[in-house]
């Protein structure tokens, strides 16, 4: 399984419904080998 981590909920959702994954979980979106998860806030910054 891959695991894809997305900024928010919404761009979570958008990455899963275009490579298949349909499946809601708690936290997490899974299904075609996938599993889209998100966090809330900036994951990378620059320095």
Do not use: C
């Not at 928010?8 to 998860?37: C, E, F, H, Q, W």
């Amino acid at each position: 399984m891959i695991a894809l981590i997305a900024e928010k909920p919404s761009v979570a959702k958008d990455i899963a419904r275009i490579i298949g994954a349909t499946g809601r979980n708690d936290g997490y979106l899974s299904g075609n080998g996938y599993m889209v998860t998100w966090a809330f806030g900036h994951l990378i910054q620059l320095a």
